[in-house]
């Protein structure tokens, strides 16, 4: 007599979500190119609750952009015991966008100059509130202390927004003696005391501006105030999600160390430095912790890397290497892994493999002749890292040559001198948002917010310029 035992197994969506914890294995986006940082991260606890907290924050992100009919939906897939994949699919619908504005009431500045906050913004509250908040701060620096910029209404023709804007301005008001009120200095002085609390440590910088006068006569004093916060010291440095690069790689892009003096100004220069590894997504706000200890004046900071794709690869056509037109070119291009560190650390270093077609001209390479059409390239690359200057921004192939590969490194090596000589570091003060008070108890204790935006120098334009010709001259090729 023979027995056979059959075993069936049943599994459904709630067997293998009841069964324990779930965890998070990757993110996958349908399509693939509405692929974007979600705040779940791999590794993490999930389920289907957080999954759709996750999707309806894609969608809120989708309508700030102007996608007001977005629909994001979020599924749990099993991807092995207690892993899940995350699929999310992504119909953004139609862009809409305010293509007009439109002032009533009593506006009296001129109408190209209230327009400037609204130019280009997407149809999203977020972005409206912003443009009426800086409008309303335009009004603020011509003195006019209380001015009223709201939405009245809005009339929409299919994706064609016009919105209608109530705008009054009020009196405008002079200095004491007759002057008029000048917010660009008003604003540098803030500045200047926020960099002076900066320098002390202060990671908490405060300023208003106080109106005294009366209305009668149109007169005011117009006084700024900074308050700072109590001095701080760098504590602990973390990163996290760093997983295929060293600590040390991106320590040494940090101009702050800790221990030291908590200054405003090289922690975004840090946090610019970081960016321009080059190795991550750039870092964003919700990206950069501070936590503060009151008590010991120590303020540690965590930096949440999110690792950029390994790998890429290109067509295009022409191409000029050498200074040489015509051609086509196809690369493929990929990280090494994360091994070694200091200078040996694979994970910084790229591997190029490249076909060049060359149909003209070829025997001006050191490598081709006249018959060359297709030529085969692989490349070792490392491309330059901030606080590995002479370290970094160099080709190895055995292609192109001593000459070459040392003609590419100075070449490197003068585009950063260049960069640096024209003080274009990419580092820019965030906007200081100051609030607007009367001290006189006949009027409203607040009359709004100026919006102080940094000063910038009649030549940053010609260094930006400048900056973008030498990286069109000297700028680092992996071949």
């Known amino acids: 007599m023979v027995v056979v035992v059959v075993f069936v197994f049943l599994f459904t969506a709630p067997a293998w979500a009841e069964s324990g914890r779930l965890f998070l294995n990757q993110v996958k986006f349908e399509p693939r190119s509405e692929e974007r940082p979600v705040e779940i991260k791999p590794g993490t606890s999930i389920d289907e609750k957080g999954a759709n907290e996750a999707a309806s924050a894609l969608r809120r992100q989708l309508i700030a952009e102007g996608y007001r009919d977005a629909q994001v939906d ?127 440590g202060s990671i908490h910088f405060q300023a208003r501006l106080e109106i005294d006068g009366s209305p009668e006569d149109g007169t005011v004093i117009v006084r700024p105030i900074g308050v700072q916060g109590p001095p701080f010291s760098v504590g602990r440095i973390e990163f996290r999600g760093n997983h295929a690069y060293g600590d040390l790689t991106l320590r040494r892009a940090l101009k702050l160390d800790e221990g030291a003096v908590f200054d405003g100004e090289l922690f975004r220069k840090s946090v610019s430095q970081l960016n321009d590894l080059k190795l991550f997504r750039p870092l964003t706000g919700q990206d950069i912790e501070i936590r503060p200890d009151f008590a010991a004046r120590r303020a540690d900071i965590i930096f949440k890397m999110q690792e950029g794709p390994r790998g890429k690869w290109a067509l295009s056509g022409p191409v000029i290497p050498m200074g040489i037109a015509g051609g086509f070119a196809a690369s493929v291009t990929s990280r090494l892994p994360g091994w070694g560190r200091g200078l040996l650390e694979a994970s910084t270093y790229y591997f190029t493999f490249s076909m060049l077609g060359l149909p003209t001209m ?68 965030p906007p200081l948002a100051v609030p607007v008070q009367w001290t006189s108890a006949q009027r409203p204790a607040k009359a709004g917010t100026l919006i102080c935006k940094p000063q910038q120098s009649k030549w940053t334009k010609v260094r930006r310029i400048a900056a973008l010709a030498n990286d069109m001259a000297f700028g680092f090729q992996a071949f």
Request: proline share 6%; aromatic share 10%; hydrophobic share 40%.
């Open 74 to 200: 979020a599924a749990l897939v099993p991807a092995g015991f207690r892993r899940v994949n995350m699929r999310v699919h992504v119909n953004r619908g139609p862009l809409y966008r305010v293509d007009d504005v439109k002032f009533i009431g009593d506006p009296k500045l001129e109408i190209k100059k209230l327009k400037r906050a609204f130019r280009k913004i997407p149809y999203s509250d977020p972005a409206i509130e912003s443009a009426l908040a800086e409008t309303r701060s335009l009004y603020i620096s011509h003195g006019y202390f209380d001015a009223e910029v709201n939405l009245d209404h809005v009339k929409q023709d299919g994706e064609k927004i016009t919105l209608i804007v109530n705008a009054n301005a009020g009196k405008q008001y002079r200095m004491l003696g007759g002057g008029e009120f000048s917010a660009r200095d008003v604003c540098a002085c803030l500045f200047e005391f926020q960099r002076a609390a900066e320098k002390d």
């Open 362 to 429: 070829s025997s001006f390479l050191p490598f081709g002749n006249k018959a060359t059409r297709w030529l085969p390239m692989v490349a070792l690359a490392r491309p330059p890292l901030p606080g590995q200057r002479w370290l970094s921004g160099f080709v190895i192939s055995p292609q192109l040559g001593a000459r070459y590969m040392l003609m590419s490194y100075g070449m490197s090596q003068t585009n950063l001198l260049i960069k640096s000589l024209l003080g274009v570091d990419g580092v820019e003060v």
